[in-house]
């Protein structure tokens, strides 16, 4: 990833103005790491196909990077998570204000769809990657999902009403970043429908992971907050610890058995992060 890493650093937010901080806080999530996973899966996709467009595709995944940083710096606000430490680092309001770190979120979430609208692809295939990132990321995606996820509060839910929050909050963003790598080769309709399940349940996989690490990691050796969950409909509160390992392994065997039927070129793509991600909690 050292192309998308220069990319990034290259093309950070620049809006020099008298503010002292604003144009430092638009930037300071974005370099303080992540697994940078969904702009991966993305750009992996496109190399596999069509690696001319590599370099035409980079804007779009730094505008993933982008859009889901701006859903951290709000998911760790005082109004719902309350958390210190995101990355290794302080987070924004802490770093800086509530306010800073409100806005910064907001400029990233336009900035990613300015981004993708002056990506060098072709118009018609933009347009529908705007559509794609705003489907899954807006009201009827993240958006949702955090919506559900901060009103239950204290309120439990069902497994099954637990994975609906997490399929919008986490999933829906992990599956869109497949299906945009797969819309800019212009992989079959079928194909992209196939990539975008297989991503919603991948998602599934890594909020499940996360409610392990949460449970089980230190805030150091997570680089976030952790134990952070205990009001939370997450599912070690609801199956409890040794169920939800259980839950995670049988889903990451079925994604395995559903990524052997894939074609080679999807293979060489997603393999790398298949192996690194996959079986994650075991490996923690």
């Known amino acids: 990833m050292q192309r998308f890493e220069q990319y990034l650093?290259?093309?950070?937010?620049?809006?020099?103005?008298?503010?002292?901080v604003y144009e430092d806080?638009?930037?300071?999530?974005?370099?303080?790491?992540?697994?940078?996973?969904?702009?991966?899966?993305?750009?992996?996709?496109v190399d596999a196909y069509e690696p001319m467009l590599y370099n035409g595709a980079l804007p779009v995944a730094l505008a993933l990077e982008m859009f889901h940083t701006y859903s951290l710096i709000h998911d760790d606000l005082p109004a719902m998570d309350d958390a210190d430490l995101r990355r290794g680092h302080q987070t924004l309001h802490?770093?800086?204000?509530?306010?800073?770190?409100?806005?910064a979120g907001d400029a990233l979430n336009t900035d990613a769809f300015l981004l993708i609208a002056q990506a060098p692809l072709r118009e018609d295939v933009k347009i529908k990657l705007v559509e794609l990132l705003a489907l899954n990321g807006g009201s009827r995606g993240m958006v949702l999902g955090q919506a559900i996820d901060c009103y239950f509060e204290n309120k439990p839910l069902s497994i099954e009403e637990v994975k609906i929050l997490h399929r919008n909050k986490t999933a829906k963003l992990i599956a869109v970043s497949l299906q945009m790598g797969a819309l800019i080769v212009g992989l079959e309709k079928s194909i992209q429908d196939a990539l975008y399940a297989f991503g919603i349940d991948l998602g599934l996989l890594f909020q499940i992971q996360d409610d392990i690490i949460d449970e089980t990691q230190s805030e150091e050796e997570a680089g976030k907050t952790t134990g952070n969950d205990s009001d939370k409909n997450s599912f070690v509160n609801l199956l409890g610890l040794e169920e939800t390992v259980l839950e995670a392994d049988t889903l990451a065997k079925d994604l395995q058995r559903r990524f052997e039927d894939f074609?080679?070129?999807?293979?060489?793509?997603?393999?790398?992060?298949?192996?690194?991600?996959?079986?994650?909690?075991?490996?923690?």
Not at 30 to 40: E, Y
């Open 9 to 20: 650093s290259d093309n950070l937010p620049q809006v020099p103005s008298f503010h002292p």
């Open 25 to 45: 806080a638009l930037g300071v999530m974005l370099t303080a790491g992540g697994k940078r996973f969904r702009p991966m899966l993305l750009l992996n996709i």
């Open 94 to 103: 802490k770093r800086y204000d509530e306010v800073t770190a409100i806005l």
């Open 263 to 284: 074609d080679e070129k999807l293979q060489t793509a997603l393999e790398p992060l298949m192996n690194t991600y996959l079986y994650r909690h075991t490996k923690d």
